[in-house]
C-alpha cells in the first residue's frame, strides 16, 4: 500500500519541477513585448494554474488518474512510477541539450508503468490522446498563420498600443488555456492519494499550495527556459508573440474540450513557428526547430521504456 504522504510530498515537488519546465516556456516569449512585467505576468499564471482547475473540476487530471490506467492502489502505484519516470526522461533530455515536453513524458510513462505492472491499460484512449497531442502544434501553427495576416497589417501609430493590449488579453487566455489542459497533471498525485472529494474537487488549500509551489518553479527555470522558447526559434516581434499567445490558446482550449491533456510549450512553439512563416521560412533557426522536434519523438518511446522498467522492477521489489 502506497502512503498517502510519499504521494503527496511528491506532487508537490512534481509541481515545482512543472513550472520550472512549464512555466518559464509561457511566460518567456510575453516577456519581450512592452507592457507586461514579470511579476504582474507570473501572478496572472499562477492563479489560473491554480483557480481554473478548481472551477472545472479538472477533467484532464481525472483523464490521467483512471483513464489511460485503472483507478486503484495498482493505479497509483503506476502513477507514481510514471511521474517519477517522466521527470527523469526529461531531465536526462534537457542535460543533453534536448529540452522536451513534460506532459508527452506523463503520457508515455503513465501507459509504460501501466504495461509494466500488467494493468489493463486503455491502449484506444490513449491513441485518442496522442493524435489530439500530435495535432496541437500543427494546429497552433495554422491559427497563427492566419491571425499573423491580421496583426501584420497594423503598421502605424496605433501599433505598439495595440500590441500591448493584444498581449494582456492573449497572454491571459493562454493561461486560462493552461490550467485548464497542461497544468492540470500538477493535480494527479494528490487525486491519486485520495484526497477528492465526492465531486472530484480537492480542497481549496492544495490548489493554492501547488499553485505557489508552480510559481517558485516558474521563477527558478525562467532563465534556462527563455534561452530555447523566447529568442531560440527566431527573432521575435510582438506581433509574432501575441499570434502565437492567441493560436496557443486557441489549441490548447479546444483539446481541453475533449478532455486530453496536450503539451502547452508544443503549441507554443507551432504558434512562433506559423508566426514566423507568415513573414519568410528563412527567419525559423530550422536548426533549433530540429532539435526541439527530435526530443519530442523520442520523449514518448524513452518515457514508456523508462516507467515500464522501472515499474516491472518495483512490483518484483514489492513482490
Not at 509541481?15 to 516569449?29: E, F, K, Q, R, Y
Not at 514579470?38 to 472551477?55: F, N, S, Y
Amino acid at each position: 500500500m502506497i502512503a498517502p504522504e510519499l504521494l503527496i510530498g511528491l506532487g508537490l515537488a512534481f509541481a515545482l519541477i512543472t513550472g520550472t519546465n512549464d512555466g518559464g516556456a509561457l511566460l518567456a516569449p510575453g516577456l519581450r513585448v512592452p507592457g507586461l512585467r514579470l511579476l504582474p505576468a507570473l501572478a496572472i499564471l499562477t492563479l489560473a494554474t491554480a483557480v481554473i482547475p478548481l472551477v472545472t473540476a479538472a477533467p484532464v487530471a481525472h483523464t490521467l488518474t483512471s483513464t489511460i490506467v485503472p483507478p486503484g492502489q495498482s493505479g497509483s502505484l503506476a502513477l507514481l512510477v510514471a511521474f517519477v519516470s517522466a521527470v527523469l526522461v526529461v531531465w536526462l533530455l534537457t542535460r543533453r541539450g534536448l529540452p522536451t515536453s513534460l506532459t508527452l513524458a506523463v503520457i508515455g510513462a503513465t501507459a509504460g508503468a501501466g504495461a509494466g505492472l500488467g494493468l489493463a491499460v486503455a491502449w484506444s484512449a490513449l491513441t485518442v490522446v496522442l493524435i489530439v497531442a500530435a495535432l496541437a502544434p500543427f494546429v497552433g501553427l495554422g491559427l497563427a498563420l492566419a491571425g499573423s495576416t491580421l496583426l501584420n497589417t497594423r503598421r502605424d501609430s496605433a501599433y505598439l498600443p495595440v500590441m500591448r493590449r493584444g498581449h494582456l488579453v492573449a497572454f491571459t487566455a493562454q493561461c486560462i488555456a493552461y490550467g485548464a489542459n497542461d497544468g492540470q497533471k500538477i493535480l494527479v498525485l494528490l487525486l491519486a492519494a485520495g484526497l477528492a472529494h465526492p465531486d472530484g474537487r480537492l480542497s481549496w488549500w492544495w490548489y493554492l499550495a501547488l499553485g505557489l509551489a508552480f510559481a517558485i518553479g516558474t521563477a527558478l527555470g525562467l532563465p534556462r527556459i527563455a534561452r530555447s522558447v523566447g529568442t531560440g526559434i527566431l527573432h521575435t516581434s510582438p506581433a509574432h508573440i501575441v499570434t502565437a499567445e492567441f493560436a496557443a490558446a486557441g489549441a490548447v482550449l479546444g483539446s481541453a474540450a475533449l478532455g486530453a491533456p496536450v503539451s502547452m510549450t508544443q503549441a507554443i512553439i507551432g504558434g512562433l513557428l506559423g508566426a514566423g512563416l507568415r513573414e519568410s521560412y528563412r527567419r525559423i533557426r530550422w536548426k533549433v526547430v530540429r532539435g526541439l522536434g527530435l526530443a519530442w519523438l523520442v520523449t514518448l518511446p524513452l518515457a514508456f521504456t523508462v516507467a515500464a522498467l522501472g515499474a516491472y522492477v518495483t512490483a518484483a521489489v514489492l513482490g
